[in-house]
């Protein structure tokens, strides 16, 4: 069992930057970066693999957004910069054992981090 404990959520204006951290229990998984808006469906935004070769985001957040990870303190992150209203979400860390954007294929899930961005 992999427990994952995010961090680095808050309120931010438009046009500002946020850092997410999700530190995990376990090593070797392929750790993304999913979020939910209100009243909508959990969406994928970004994941990464355990070597950093293998590196992919929604399209809405390409160019903003970059993924990376720390392999000694089993530790990802998420740099959230030119942050928009849209991006209001709780945005959930996920570990899994294949590169995907479907939720189905991450086992281990955290609780979620609040990001708001005022306009």
């Known amino acids: 069992q992999v427990q994952l404990v995010e961090s680095g959520g808050g309120l931010v204006q438009a046009g500002g930057s946020l850092r997410l951290s999700c530190a995990a229990s376990?090593?070797?998984?392929?750790m993304a970066w999913f979020r939910q808006a209100p009243g909508k469906e959990r969406e994928f935004v970004a994941r990464i693999n355990w070597s950093r070769s293998n590196i992919a985001y929604a399209d809405s957040v390409k160019g903003r957004f970059a993924i990376s990870r720390d392999n000694a303190k089993n530790t990802a992150y998420l740099q959230m910069n030119s942050l928009k209203p849209e991006d209001t979400a709780i945005y959930y860390c996920?570990?899994?054992?294949?590169?995907?954007?479907?939720?189905?294929?991450?086992?281990?899930w955290g609780q979620g981090t609040q990001v708001t961005v005022s306009a």
């Open positions: 996920a570990a899994g054992r294949k590169p995907s954007v479907r939720e189905v294929d991450y086992e281990y």
């Open positions: 376990g090593s070797g998984y392929v």
